[in-house]
């Protein structure tokens, strides 16, 4: 059954729409390689085109585009399949007097589906976030050493 990312308290919807970006914004750093950064100067185009060939060779990996990056931006934003589950516990008030102040909400969040079932998808972005700084940087390093 797949879930419905409209349903929910407030806190789920705004966490949703967060989290829509958030996924949206990592798949976007490679459509902005292709769309952007390659038409700027030839040395680039040929070292992001030989980046491209050799991540769609590899696939599956690597895990963190193909099985997060990718597929999650694919399901939710594609066909509204909410991968990730969040909840909170705490936020109660004990009734005997006086009261004392409610205990704090803890947020939690775990992947429901996929290869990283179980983890921390706020763990999976920071991955994914230097996940694409490198290969950023050696986009940009064979770029800079090959010819136009």
């Known amino acids: ?39 700027i100067d030839a040395r680039m185009k040929k070292a992001q085109r030989a980046w491209w060939d050799t991540l769609k060779a590899t696939k599956p990996n690597p895990s963190i585009f193909w099985e997060f990056i990718e597929r999650d931006r694919n399901l939710l934003l594609k066909e509204a399949e909410l991968t990730v589950e969040p909840s909170v516990s705490g936020g109660t008030i004990p009734r005997h007097a006086p009261q004392p102040p409610p205990a704090p909400s803890i947020y939690n969040y775990k992947m429901k589906s996929g290869r990283f079932a179980g983890q921390d998808p706020r763990d999976l972005v920071r991955n994914a976030i230097e996940w694409w700084q490198k290969q950023l940087d050696d986009i940009e390093q064979k770029a800079a050493a090959s010819s136009p």
Request: without cysteine.
């Open 1 to 39: 059954m797949r879930s419905n990312p409209t349903t929910g308290p407030d806190w789920v919807l705004d966490w949703v729409l967060i989290w829509a970006g958030t996924i949206a914004l990592l798949r976007a750093v490679g459509h902005a390689l292709v769309n952007e950064d390659a038409e």
